[in-house]
DNA sequence: CTAACTTTCAATAGATCTATAGAATTTATT
DNA sequence: AATAAATTCTATAGATCTATTGAAAGTTAG
């Protein structure tokens, strides 16, 4: 009678398997990711994700506190698969073209596969204010440091060249991944491992001919 | 009396250089840039494009018929320069090298130098309805095209790989690019000529030490 | 100085869109 | 079946925001 919680997306840092709310906000996050992928922040409406879920407008915010926090769970959710695997990748031990390899196979998968939230998370994360992009911060560093750390490791064994700075190139790749990542969500007649494979090839041999016949 | 018409915005393509009203106009398209380029497209008001320019919100129409519009006219603005230089670029007689680094310093300069309008293109030409962007592909496929043939032609004479695809090829420069573009854009403090080399080290090299001493 | 033209302004209608609140319905529990 | 809890609905206030209109101010030319 008084203030109690009428509203579930108040209470919900808590990983507690209330499996059919859990569920069902999976949904409501995967349908945000669509309608925003398409639209952009700004240019979706509260009214288009809940369609998406076949659901009332209104109905939305019982998921959702507010269209900013939908934007930022959107971010979270497509970028937090993303950073775990790539620590699972770099704590094997491989010879580094293996590894970079699964890093690129990795990123331009989960494009193809899974989200529109990472196309979300690129290109509509400044969007979000500052406090609501700490936790995404914070991943996007820890995912380009091990990067860097694995480019830099290929230096160490002179599988790289030495002249190379790791915080360029992780940035460069990175920028090829999403760059072709985007063309796989847009064109799904785009072969994903005929993509895979020319993005590896382009970052370890460039277009030089190094072997030209005179 | 009748319905003269009172609105410059609707008597637009001429050359004519009604000098003054060509002038502001320019400053509106930069207006527009900017805060398309900070905002989105659907995050920017009317309002805030006035605001950068000086005037009032509903003064903004004597330059643009309507928010649409403003995008379309930023994003070809943006890209009209662009290939223009390219063009001159392929025209010119120069080795494959040389070439490359002009086409990645144009495109790099582009974004640092001039125009938020660039940044708008990449990021926000698609929110425009099909017939809007008519002009804009046809832009891009040219420029695409140039650089392919470029690309070929460096096969041809044997710089580069034979077995590259030269479209492949094509996309990823320009997504390189454009993703140092961004950054360049973000922060000031990159040195773009630092930028440009790197880039093209890492285009034509790639990565891999091609004389690893055992 | 006056008339014609250009540019800007102020005010606003009409169309959104977000977020809230309380009722209605569905689902789970005793 | 009766009660409680979870989920969805309807309706709407309040806050935008775009685009229009006619008047005002500024500029140019005769």
Request: with cysteine; glycine share 6%; proline share 1%.
């Given at each position: ?21 859990v569920k069902k906000k999976l949904l409501a996050i995967e349908a945000a990711a669509k309608v925003f992928a398409d639209k952009g922040f700004h240019g979706a409406t ?153 993005c590896s090839d382009l970052i370890l041999h460039g277009t030089i001919n190094t072997t030209p016949k005179m």
């Amino acid at each position: 009678m008084t203030n109690e919680t009428h509203n579930k997306a108040e209470q919900d840092q808590d990983g507690a398997d209330n499996s059919k709310y859990v569920k069902k906000k999976l949904l409501a996050i995967e349908a945000a990711a669509k309608v925003f992928a398409d639209k952009g922040f700004h240019g979706a409406t509260t009214q288009d994700i809940a369609a998406e879920m076949g659901i009332q407008q209104g109905s939305l915010y019982y998921y959702f506190k507010s269209k900013e926090q939908a934007l930022q769970e959107v971010c979270e959710y497509g970028f937090e698969h993303y950073v775990t695997r790539m620590k699972k990748i770099c704590d094997k031990d491989q010879p580094f073209e293996a590894k970079m390899l699964a890093i690129v196979t990795s990123h331009l998968t989960n494009y193809r596969s899974k989200h529109s939230a990472m196309k979300v998370h690129n290109d509509q994360r400044l969007y979000l204010p500052t406090e609501r992009r700490a936790k995404i911060k914070k991943l996007g560093s820890e995912y380009r440091d091990l990067l860097e750390q694995v480019l830099a490791e290929g230096i160490e064994k002179n599988v790289l060249r030495a002249n190379l700075d790791t915080h360029f190139i992780a940035y460069s790749i990175i920028g090829i991944c999403n760059s072709w990542g985007s063309n796989l969500v847009r064109d799904d007649d785009l072969d994903l491992f005929d993509t895979i494979e020319q993005c590896s090839d382009l970052i370890l041999h460039g277009t030089i001919n190094t072997t030209p016949k005179m």
